[in-house]
T-cell receptor, first 114, second 113 residues
Framework: DTAVSQTPKYLVTQMGNDKSIKCEQNLGHDTMYWYKQDSKKFLKIMFSYNNKELIINETVPNRFSPKSPDKAHLNLHINSLELGDSAVYFC?????????????FGEGSRLTVL | SQKIEQNSEALNIQEGKTATLTCNYTNYSPAYLQWYRQDPGRGPVFLLLIRENEKEKRKERLKVTFDTTLKQSLFHITASQPADSATYLCALAPAGNNRKLIWGLGTSLAVNP
């Protein structure tokens, strides 16, 4: 039973297209995140939602729009894709206030923009 | 500027030896520091957390130390096994903003049989 699942795992698309990545967690956590990991393996936070409220919104182009319909789901929509958007996007969740602050990551969605 | 640095070069060790990985930080006051393991094509997996007022934490073959004077955390794997081969990431939670982890680039560890 997958704890944090994201779809699709792979996404290949042309520049200028719009695409979405979906994420669901069944851990009962109240906080979810989107991270971007670039080709150099640098992991950078993009957004975080706590109980459906946006709490972290990093300097990300407004072509990226997160949406949290409920606290178990966090989706990422990307408009007008650019070459530089190619990366692996990780969804993660945590229970805010838990002792370890541990993040649980999904398997990643590898986006390739041609 | 604020940054987290980990050994950029891959670490190759012989099975059974102790692997030691380093995480250095500058210009942060950490609330805590976490270590994660990442295998190719997978998401990071949490291993250990150490708080700023703790010197050492252990979990099975893993040990983490935290020296806030040196601004450094060391991550040790004792009696290493080939299955320990992976990339190890450190992540720092700044005091006052510990919702936003700051990540190192990771160190690749290869344990040779």
């Amino acid at each position: 039973d997958t704890a944090v699942s994201q779809t699709p795992k792979y996404l290949v698309t042309q520049m200028g297209n719009d695409k979405s990545i979906k994420c669901e967690q069944n851990l009962g956590h109240d906080t979810m995140y989107w991270y971007k990991q670039d080709s150099k393996k640098f992991l950078k936070i993009m957004f975080s939602y706590n109980n459906k409220e946006l709490i972290i919104n990093e300097t990300v182009p407004n072509r990226f729009s997160p949406k949290s319909p409920d606290k178990a789901h966090l989706n990422l929509h990307i408009n007008s894709l650019e070459l530089g958007d190619s990366a692996v996007y990780f969804c993660a969740s945590s229970q805010w206030g838990a002792n370890t602050g541990e993040l649980f990551f999904g398997e990643g969605s590898r986006l390739t923009v041609l | 500027s604020q940054k987290i640095e980990q050994n950029s070069e891959a670490l190759n060790i012989q099975e059974g030896k102790t692997a030691t990985l380093t995480c250095n930080y500058t210009n942060y006051s950490p609330a805590y520091l976490q270590w994660y393991r990442q295998d190719p094509g997978r998401g990071p997996v949490f291993l250990l957390l150490i708080r700023e007022n703790e010197k050492e934490k252990r979990k099975e073959r893993l040990k983490v130390t935290f020296d806030t004077t040196l601004k450094q955390s060391l991550f040790h794997i004792t009696a290493s096994q080939p299955a320990d081969s992976a990339t190890y990431l450190c992540a720092l939670a700044p005091a006052g903003n510990n919702r936003k982890l700051i990540w190192g680039l990771g160190t690749s560890l290869a344990v040779n049989p």
